[in-house]
């Protein structure tokens, strides 16, 4: 059953106010509401060198209620599947072991450890918060940054590459379950998140996390950029449930009987587009277009 | 009644492992660490070890899964070699500064490039500051033995222990080992105990980022900052002397046998020149040693087992009474000499007592090294000139 | 089996979680949201201010409390209440009613 309203959401709280997260960070509301589909009390969190570190807080405190264990940066999926093992071989099967990483420690340096962790059928859920480059260092391009976008990398010319296919990737892992969110849409989010609590074997999830002042936009509009994302078909939310595809959410309703917005009015409400051409935009457009047509042939065939 | 068993350092390694009842294995492999890792799957496979064995798709990760099972709980092992070993080189920093009681066997091997697959020991060597004790074996029978006195020594002072061995020339070869009897290991290494929070699902946050100064923690006191939690890694490998000493001396009493705690010695008592080296090549200048005492000259060998910590003591007791020193190793520092020589010399700085010092770097890539080779080259640093060189160079 | 020893010597770094780790983050605030109630439906079936509230600082139960203690100033909540209840004025202060 889905969850239809903010009512139904969990009431407790596993992060305690105070984090030295950004004011609006789209990581921390979708951490904040991942918490909550899972039981935190019996959830160890494999974490890497990123935006989740300092979320995480400064020792000796933090203000999150579950264990997380930090990592180097590649090692993300390997220390998942050493804590899978550890726990499997102690005989703890009541823990949900979660690794959570941004988009550089999953689309870049943590993409070998993540695959060799699907491979091997490990045991765990992995979420990607994709916040679109290296946001902790300072706004550096990933290959998760999207085409037109200044990065302090790519500070001139902007980036010229589409955003890799990381779905592509992980589905060629055959793994139970594949799903994307946005913390704009959470009640969705925590469906998600709660689905892959519960699915045995290997499980990714790649959430859209919107970051103000790496994006360039006010805070304030923290849901509505998110919201645009999904809007304008750059963000698509989905399921691949045992290899089966559904769109879900607000991508399902747009398939149905809504209309995408242009990727340009989602563009030129932030600051890293500022140097994007319309030649530029159109090649966004089109990449948005031709993956969102594959995405709706596949549901489509399947509903 | 004893088991034993003619079988090479590899299968040692592995027997080792499963007398210590490790909980995960994670390896990828390497020459020539492969058998350690092959051996060990068929024990899983077959059930006769009860435990968790990830094939992973990187050395990095091999070390990173092992960190990571070790901090729920786990008696973890893992194995490698040259490359790989340099590959997990961040992991081996990660791992001392976890505290995590990993034990690993390194398979000596050059390092590329060029590539080799022969034996030295610059792989171990150039893990020497990632906080590790490095214990290195003379033979198979020290390497089984180790490993299990590895374990007792990691769980005790929460250190990594690589214990190294010398590719091929013990790796795969066969000679006699005697295998220690499961009750005895039992007895000798107790199971792990749990480790805080995981039972208790204790709410925490493991190695996160801290300060450089000490910060309070929610009760007022103020909890470490990054150079004091350094400190007490460095604190606790000093103490590690003492640890590894009494592990060896507990093990013979239970086993009859020693590795010879920190440092052994060979001939030592009446000896005016000492040569100095560690691993096999150690064992070897003992060959060296009768050649040149067929000289007439009074010439012993100290091995040193306990790279890290650095058995300074134990080194300069040896070494009160000798004229000569002459380090051998298979190792270097680029730019400079030879890691041990350069330790050992700062410790005799210290001592005051400064004999001739010589020393050498030999048989790197598997270079053949002849104890005759050794003896030569001793020799002439005992009458000669002291020297600093390269041994058995055959083209500039 | 033996615990692990439990001893005041601190080996590795562990953190234990605690309210306010990064102090009180009211402090970063520029702008401070204030519920107009009367204009709030103070209703179950809203509670979206609650939800999109990235800091959880937002209370659950009616009248709505913001912990003018720890909220960022974000104006996430303003932005997104369908009534338009929340505004948000200049500075770190609410003012006194």
New interface residues.
């Given amino acids: 059953m889905a969850t239809s309203?903010?009512?139904l959401?969990p009431?407790e709280?596993y992060?305690?106010?105070?984090?030295?997260?950004?004011?609006?960070?789209?990581l921390?509301?979708t951490y904040?509401h991942a918490l909550k589909a899972l039981n935190?009390?019996?959830t160890?969190v494999?974490v890497p060198a990123s935006c989740m570190?300092?979320l995480?807080?400064?020792?000796?405190?933090?203000?999150?209620?579950?264990?997380?264990?930090?990592?180097?940066f590649?090692?993300t999926?390997?220390?998942?599947?050493?804590?899978a093992?550890?726990?499997?071989?102690?005989g703890?099967d009541d823990y949900t072991v979660l690794a959570f990483a941004g988009d550089g420690g999953t689309y870049d340096i943590g993409i070998?450890?993540l695959?060799?962790a699907l491979?091997?059928g490990t045991n765990f859920l992995y979420i990607c918060y994709d916040n679109e480059g290296y946001m902790n260092t300072g706004t550096q391009r990933s290959s998760a940054s999207p085409a037109g976008a200044i990065t302090s990398t790519t500070p001139v010319l902007s980036k010229l590459q589409h955003k890799k296919n990381m779905i592509g990737i992980i589905e060629a892992h055959r793994i139970p379950y594949i799903a994307t969110a946005s913390?704009s849409f959470?009640l969705d989010l925590f469906d998600k998140v709660k689905t892959a609590r519960d699915t045995l074997g290997s499980r990714y999830m790649e959430i859209h996390a919107p970051c103000p002042p790496g994006w360039g936009f006010?805070?304030?509009?923290?849901?509505?950029m998110g919201k645009l994302a999904v809007d304008s078909g750059i963000h698509v939310l989905f399921e691949i449930k045992e290899g089966f595809f559904q769109l879900t959410s607000r991508s399902l309703n747009l398939a149905e009987k809504g209309k995408r917005k242009p990727v340009a009015d989602y563009v030129k409400g932030q600051t890293r587009f500022k140097k994007i051409n319309q030649q530029q935009v159109e090649a966004l457009q089109d990449f948005v277009d031709k993956r969102w047509n594959e995405f709706l042939e596949r549901h489509q065939k399947n509903s | 009644m004893s088991d034993v068993r003619i079988i090479t350092a590899n299968t040692a390694a592995a027997l080792a492992a499963k007398l210590c009842r490790v909980q995960v294995i994670s390896a990828y492999p390497i020459t020539p660490q492969t058998p350690v890792t092959e051996e060990l799957a068929e024990l899983v496979e077959t059930k006769q070890l009860n435990a968790e064995y990830l094939t992973v798709e990187s050395e990095h990760s091999a070390m990173a899964s092992v960190i990571a099972a070790s901090q729920v709980g786990a008696r973890v092992f893992t194995a490698s070699s040259a490359n790989g070993l340099l590959y997990m080189h961040e992991m081996l920093h990660w791992a001392a500064g976890s505290r995590t009681p990993v034990v690993m066997a390194c398979v000596n091997r050059g390092v590329g490039a060029p590539w080799t697959i022969l034996n030295d020991q610059q792989d171990s060597i150039s893990q020497r500051d990632t906080g590790w004790i490095q214990l290195y074996c003379g033979n198979s029978q020290e390497v089984i033995d180790s490993i299990i006195q590895a374990y007792r020594i990691a769980e005790q002072l929460n250190i990594p222990v690589m214990v190294c061995y010398d590719g091929f020339i013990l790796s795969h070869t066969t000679t006699p080992v005697d295998i220690p009897p499961q009750e005895l290991v039992d007895q000798y290494l107790p199971p792990r105990p749990p480790v805080f929070g995981i039972a208790e699902y204790s709410a925490m946050n493991v190695n996160p980022l801290i300060l450089s100064d000490p910060r309070p923690d929610p009760d007022g006191n103020m909890a470490p900052g990054y150079m004091d939690i350094r400190y007490r890694l460095q604190q606790d490998l000093i103490a590690g002397l003492d640890i590894i000493e009494k592990a060896d001396k507990e093990f013979s009493k239970l086993f009859g046998r020693t590795c010879g705690g920190l440092v052994w010695n060979y001939k030592m008592k009446d000896a005016t020149h000492a040569m100095v080296s560690f691993g096999s090549l150690a064992s070897e200048c003992t060959l060296a040693a009768d050649l040149l005492r067929q000289k007439g000259l009074k010439v012993g060998v100290i091995g040193v087992r306990s790279y890290r910590p650095f058995p300074k003591a134990g080194l300069l007791n040896e070494l009160k009474r000798v004229e000569t020193v002459t380090v051998l190793e298979k190792d270097v520092s680029y730019g400079y000499e030879g890691a041990l020589a350069m330790d050992l010399k700062s410790a005799l700085y210290d001592s005051g007592h400064h004999p001739k010092f010589s020393s050498y770097v030999v048989g790197l890539g598997g270079r053949d090294v002849l104890p005759k080779t050794l003896a030569d080259e001793t020799y002439k640093a005992i009458t000669g000139e002291i020297s600093h060189a390269w041994i058995d160079i055959k083209s500039q | 089996m033996k615990k692990e020893k439990s001893s005041n010597v601190i080996i590795k770094a562990v953190s234990k979680p605690f309210k306010g780790e990064a102090g009180k983050t009211g402090d970063w605030r520029s702008q401070t949201p204030v519920i107009d109630q009367e204009k709030c439906s103070q209703k179950e079936s809203c509670l979206l201010c609650w939800m999109y509230c990235p800091d959880g600082v937002i209370s659950r139960e009616f009248p709505l409390e913001i912990d003018l203690e720890f909220c960022k100033g974000c104006g996430i909540c303003a932005q997104e209440c369908p009534r338009k209840a929340i505004t948000m004025i200049d500075g770190r202060e609410a003012p006194v009613e």
Avoid: F, W
Wanted: with cysteine.
């Fill in positions: 309203a903010a009512k959401l009431k709280e992060i305690l106010p105070g984090t030295r997260s950004c004011a609006a960070c789209g921390m509301l904040r935190p009390g019996k160890i494999a570190t300092v995480h807080g400064v020792y000796p405190v933090t203000p999150v209620k579950t264990i997380c264990i930090n990592n180097p590649g090692a999926g390997a220390a998942a599947s050493g804590i093992a550890g726990l499997k071989a102690l703890h070998q450890a695959s060799g491979e091997r913390p959470p006010p805070n304030k509009d923290l849901i509505k």
